[in-house]
């Protein structure tokens, strides 16, 4: 099993630019969540899918979009990169929300935005 | 809504003791920990739910206060493996909610 992967690993875009990063997993899990990381802030939630074709916004959700078309696959579009999201983005997944389900996080990716 | 960890940063000789704290404004149905390696991704170590259940790490404990709204990590005879950043992940009312993480508490274990 692979578990959580991403892709890109990183990425340096210029302002203004459009991206998407991928997430996959295949453990069969139901939810899937977006982080970002900075410095001294811990793990805000961008976005999350309680499952495929469903999606809902978290703590930071501007500037963003997803889309859950297939189980395993979750993906975060920045559609107008600002420097404001240069940031470290984990993907993240459970069977189920909290409770006993612990989250699985992929590697992450590393995107600088000049 | 954000959980408060303390201490912000911890260093420890091998073999000393430490907790982390966490504490939350509103009432909690779990508490997830976390560790984080520099550079690489948060990982898995306890689950603490409402009611006194718990699953998790079989070398570190944890403690719930649903009255306190708080969580405690307890680290013992720390190892230079322990180093890190933890994070706690708070969910708030009757359950099945995404987590919200708090800022982390960075110990670093020494020789």
């Known amino acids: 099993n692979a578990g959580v992967t991403q892709t890109p690993k990183f990425r340096v875009l210029k302002t203004g630019q459009s991206m998407t990063l991928l997430c996959a997993q295949d453990?069969?899990?139901?939810?899937m969540y977006w982080y970002r990381q900075d410095p001294g802030m811990g793990l805000r939630l961008i976005h999350y899918?309680?499952?495929?074709?469903?999606?809902a916004k978290g703590e930071v959700p501007d500037g963003y979009n997803v889309s859950r078309l297939k189980k395993q696959n979750f993906l975060l579009g920045l559609e107008s990169a600002a420097p404001s999201q240069t940031s470290v983005y984990f993907c993240?997944?459970?069977?189920?929300?909290?409770?006993?389900?612990?989250?699985?996080f992929g590697p992450g990716t590393r995107l600088t935005v000049l | 809504q954000q959980p408060v960890q303390s201490p912000q940063a911890v260093i420890l000789r091998e073999g000393e003791d430490a907790v982390i704290n966490c504490s939350s404004s509103?009432?909690?149905?779990?508490v997830h920990w976390y560790r984080q390696k520099h550079g690489e991704a948060p990982v898995f170590l306890m689950i603490?739910?409402?009611?006194?259940e718990q699953k998790g790490h079989e070398k570190i404990s944890a403690s719930f206060n649903e009255k306190k709204q708080q969580s405690s990590l307890y680290l013992t005879a720390s190892q230079l493996s322990y180093s890190g950043t933890y994070f706690c992940?708070?969910?708030?009312?009757?359950?099945?909610?995404?987590?919200?993480f708090g800022k982390g508490t960075r110990l670093s274990v020494i020789a």
């Open positions: 993240a997944s459970s069977e189920l929300a909290g409770g006993y389900n612990e989250q699985f």
């Open positions: 453990m069969n899990h139901e939810y």
């Open positions: 899918s309680v499952g495929e074709g469903t999606t």
């Open positions: 509103k009432a909690l149905y779990s």
């Open positions: 603490l739910l409402k009611g006194g």
């Open positions: 992940g708070t969910e708030i009312g009757s359950g099945n909610t995404p987590l919200v």
